[in-house]
């Protein structure tokens, strides 16, 4: 049963075995789990429920929908724009339903340098293998390719550089482009169709417009959750209680961390909200003779991986891939104003952008701001920088070797290159000089760590089975608890982690 | 209107400390900039808006909508689209707190930056080719909380006018394809 926060009109108190808080991979997938366990599961969502009825694919309405803050939070200094989920379903809305596994590089580094247990490659296969079958994962064929994409594949041969397909999670997709504003075909096979749904059948019972305010904990035990019901316009009206046994945290590295701040839970070693990783990625536009058409098809189907290693203190930290936006995401990413802009905005159809996806080193914070929304604090170290001109200039090359005119660096001043022969061997560093990575816009579609897990309480906050290390009872489920970043899209480890700590949590329970 | 000097600043020894402490500084120069511009902000007199504009403003003040109608008829097409409009309902649902800093950007544009930019008149005053000036002096500007915050506003007008269905043909993007009960 789903109830809208916005229409109830007195505080309510509930009891129930388990709370979830979130319904995106992570708390999706753990409602289901729980409520087809046979618990009493309450779920609860800050956002309202979207249903595919309403996805009218015009941006200026479905971001303020399904994004945090209307699709424009921002980091401390505002260079970073952090995109985020908050409807039923969580990102899994609006992502672009990428599909990979957690690296076998990324999960030995979790064993040797983080304490991670019981998560190798080999124990975690029948979770991917379950949550991949579940969510119809399939790679895209290459007749779906766009030609943004044919861009990348071309440039990709021509140099010689490694890449390949990628896979989704989509069942007869239309191929409209809008991916990032909600799917209206239902193509999509994420938490909203394919577990809320079943856990709603299951018997689980769903609060939307119901944002966590804090988790109630007693002697280092997890014992429920106080919520703010929310208006249409998301003011609180009334409140709801919720006790429970166990409570399931599962609002994106950046909302949980808030909330475990928010309710002061113990943290003797300073460890919550301490390691965020975001993977910021930054656009490089080409300028084609012919149509690109960027808009239409499926926005992401093909990557560049020469640049990326995923090995420890690898020098090679950037993801390629394809980035393409509707007209007022392009607008706000191209450069300038008036007339100049304008005269980008009329080439439209003959751009082709790449984007360059940092494999992030850099640690940034979340803390919580005065009015109790989050604050993320994350500013580019060094290192990354460095990642980050790699990566423009590399994307730079792909774009001319698959047959860009002119290629556009949107930063501040923007760089403009009409030929490639600045961007080879030594010329490479004027041609994009490294100020271009320190000016041009982010944007962060991939929160993680801020709640890492690890078998050291010193060095972790949850344990490698996603329990808490001070409070018995309070699970994590979501991306806060990768002790590092993963360097590829998160949704199926989030699913596929939420899936395994499942097991734990039942075992809690039962116990 | 008068032009006192360049209206691109160069780089200055207080440019380059922001640029390494991007965010101390940042807010600091922005606050300098307000600071000076308080008194003529207090000063909202002599904007002249219709009174059933007046009247059904919901966030903005009259004559931060005046400064927003201006600024949108620079960052995109002069007179196809009234932006300070769709700023009044867009602000309305932000958090209190964003709202604030945006309009504190408003009232940059409006008294600080044409300062800064050699002009002696407030940014609704000066003509269409002071005001291209002005705004180019931010756009540039080597200090990056002022260059995000004029991106906040240009993010504004873009939304405006670019969420139109009359601004798609000259993109030759044909728009969605969602099924047509929800068009």
Redesign the interface.
Known sequence: MIHQGRKLSADTNLDADVVVIGTGAGGGMAMRELAAAGYQVVGLEEGPLVET????????EML?KLYQ??G?R?N????IRVLGGRCVGGSTVHNINLCKRLAPEVLQAWERGHAVSGLSEKELAPFFESVESELSVSLIPESDRNENNRVLERGVHKLGWKGGPLQHNRVGC?K?G?CEVGC??AAKQNAAKVLVPAALAAGATLYTDTQALRILHEAGRATGVVAALLDA??QRHHTLTVKAKAVVLAGSAIGSAALAKKSALPDPHQQQGQRLHLHPGAPVVGLFEEVIDG?RGIPQSYECTEWLDLSPNSDRRVWITTAFA???G???TLP???KT??EW??R??HISVLTAMLHDETSGSVGV???G?AQVEY?LNEADRDQLAKGLRACARLLFAGGAKRVLVPS??PVELGDESALIGGGSITAIPRSAA??I?LAAAHPMSSLPMGDDPKRSVVTSRGQHHQVRGLFVVDGSVFPTSIGGPPQIPIYTLSKYFCTHIAHFLKS | MRRLRSARPSATPLAVAVRSRRRFLGWLSLGLVAGATGVAVLRATGYEVPADVRGRLKVLSPWEYVVLRAIGDRLVAPGEVNVADFADSYLEDMAASDRADLLKMVAVVEHGAPLAAGYIHRFSALSATEQDAVLTSLNESSLPLIRAGFEALKAIAFMAYYRLPASWPALGYPGPVAPRSLQ
């Open positions: 009825s309403q996805m009218t694919q015009l941006e200026d303020p803050e209307r424009g921002m401390q200094d505002f260079s239309q409209s809008f209206p075909f316009r998301g808009f509707h007209p007022i392009a607008a706000v300038g104003f008036g802009h304008f905005m009329q439209y159809r701001k005065s009015d929304r500013t501040h001043p320190e000016s816009g």
